[in-house]
């Protein structure tokens, strides 16, 4: 259904009504506000109870709800920078009026599904200020069909809930994307929704069918009235840079009533070097699309000496019960040792519950809850790897993970259907020999242990492995945005400088969604550090 783009007949009525409290906006804190607040009230053909949905820093509730879904508490310190407001829809069309009216007035827009953006920029505008965040935790409804195999979900939905509503009709049946469960189903899918199904049926855009999206018109668009090149666009493209989410149309897959998992540590003094070595050469190319084994590579202390050591944890799940695992394993993989007391068989709803590291019994109800179980100071990267990295480069990586005081390394393999795809599919282009992904992490618990210190040591990591991994461009997950590859700048864009971390994103694909872009919101109303961004003006001509 499309909407009409009512903001170009109704727009001079309405600033005639606002004329005299649009005089005064940069005299009044609180005008943006009340002049936004009288746009939406204007605009909605459904009633907003603004008491309930906008929330200004003066409110007891603001804090609470900018922090409410804030992964990375970087980003929440008194010296971020805060919105002038934040607004939370209760209807598609409230997010409608939303776009019209933060278009008219001339208000840069911030979107919120989830929080989980690594460096905050779904609720923080490093570049350009003032600003209000567009947060969309009060849409999120699940409507599954089984008979249909299908689903279509708000965007404000967690991934949890998302399973939970799918388990709950059926025992057969899920849908491949992330492991933290209280990922915002609006920005995860958006930048490819990777997790422990990946290898037997990709990602979650690889199982997105349709979607529902507020262009920057104010238009409601799906599948057919965006066409095929915007909706390849959103499937992979990164958020916030061609419209809002509203839903996702998901095909569900089938998965068995037995799926098993397990979590094997190994140290160094248990040959862990030989054996991550090991791993990276089977774990992509030779083990059953059905198994999924990442590595967490953490610092542990040892239960005798009391000295710290590098630990490898192996976590598994296996589409099916444990004999048949003990036989991939023994075949694939015997150097891990697994045994049968290692395996736990369950449901696939418990396993995607256990890789999530919910302890021991917790029911699947909890997902309901739509709540990070963990929220820390972090800094983060990523990186691809195509050729097993030697062990003297292992070595050589465990010495700098020694230096640091809360590292993490997680490791997910890749191959199966990932490597069946085309990487020009979707505009996540990191398929076809790829063996697995690296995600850096360095963690700490209070804002003022040293954070530059932290900076420092992930930067030096990261320089380190350069040599390990892909280059020309050296990849990197759009989903784990790093601001060290650059940024977008308020007054002057720049294709040049945006291409210094679009094409470690999106390779090739990079060049076609600026296309997208330029057709579909020329003037970047949709924006932030990392945003697509269109074509100059000058280069547009040269191209008519």
């Not at 449901?347 to 179980?373: C, D, F, H, R």
């Not at 050589?396 to 069946?420: A, C, D, F, H, Q």
């Not at 242990?449 to 990849?475: C, G, S």
Request: one cysteine or more; hydrophobic letters at 35%; a neutral charge.
């Amino acid at each position: 259904m499309v909407l009409p783009n009512c903001s170009k007949f109704l727009l001079f009525p309405f600033l005639l009504l606002l004329s005299s409290s649009s005089s005064s906006l940069a005299h009044s804190p609180s005008s943006s506000e009340d002049v936004f607040s009288q746009c939406l009230s204007y605009h909605s053909k459904v009633s907003i109870s603004f008491s309930s949905t906008i929330f200004t820093p003066n409110n007891s509730a603001f804090t609470t709800i900018l922090q409410s879904t804030a992964e990375n508490l970087r980003y929440v310190v008194p010296s971020a920078p805060k919105p002038e407001f934040i607004f939370t829809p209760t209807h598609d069309s409230h997010v409608q009026t939303a776009v019209i009216c933060s278009k008219q007035l001339g208000i840069h827009l911030r979107v919120r599904s989830g929080g989980h953006d690594y460096e905050g920029l779904s609720y923080v505008s490093e570049i350009e200020t003032p600003f209000i965040v567009l947060d969309l935790a009060k849409l999120r409804s699940v409507n599954v069909d089984i008979q249909q195999n299908s689903a279509w979900i708000q965007a404000g939905a967690t991934i949890g809930e998302v399973y939970y509503r799918i388990a709950e009709q059926s025992a057969t049946h899920g849908f491949p994307a992330g492991l933290c469960t209280s990922l915002g189903v609006g920005g995860h899918i958006t930048g490819g929704a990777y997790g422990s199904m990946m290898r037997k049926y990709g990602l979650g855009v690889d199982n997105a069918v349709d979607a529902q999206i507020v262009d920057v018109d104010g238009r409601i668009l799906d599948r057919e009235t965006m066409g095929e090149d915007l909706f390849w666009a959103i499937r992979g493209g990164g958020g916030a840079s061609f419209g809002i989410i509203l839903w996702w149309k998901i095909k569900l897959v089938p998965v068995p009533s037995t799926v098993t998992v397990f979590t094997v540590a190994r140290t160094l003094e248990q040959d862990g070097t030989k054996l991550l070595h090991r791993w990276q050469q089977v774990a992509a190319t030779e083990l059953d699309e059905d198994l999924f084994i990442r590595v967490i590579i953490q610092l542990t202390s040892d239960s005798k000496s009391g000295k710290r050591t590098v630990t490898t944890l192996y976590q598994a799940q296996f589409l099916g019960g444990v004999e048949r695992l003990l036989y991939v394993m023994q075949t694939g993989f015997p150097e891990l040792g697994l045994t049968r007391n290692d395996c736990t068989e369950t449901s696939w709803i418990k396993s995607v519950m256990y890789i999530a590291n919910y302890p021991n019994g917790t029911q699947p109800e909890i997902l309901l809850q739509g709540k990070s179980t963990t929220r820390s100071y972090f800094k983060a990267k990523s990186d691809f790897v195509k050729d097993p990295i030697p062990e003297t480069g292992l070595e050589g990586l465990r010495k700098r993970l020694m230096e640091e005081t809360n590292p993490v390394l997680i490791w997910t393999p890749y191959g199966g259907m990932m490597s069946k795809i085309s990487e020009s599919d979707t505009p996540f282009p990191h398929r076809k020999g790829v063996l697995f992904k690296i995600q850096y992490l360095t963690i700490w618990q209070a804002a003022n242990q040293d954070e530059a210190k932290h900076m420092d040591w992930i930067r030096k990591l990261y320089n380190y492995m350069a040599p390990y991994v892909t280059m020309f461009p050296r990849q990197a997950y759009v989903n784990y945005r790093d601001l060290d590859l650059g940024i977008n700048k308020k007054s002057n864009l720049s294709f040049i400088e945006a291409s210094s971390w679009g094409y470690r994103y999106f390779k090739d694909n990079f060049n076609r969604l600026i296309k997208i872009k330029t057709k579909v919101d020329p003037y970047n109303f949709f924006r932030h550090e990392q945003s697509i961004t269109p074509l100059p003006l000058t280069v547009r001509r040269t191209m008519n």
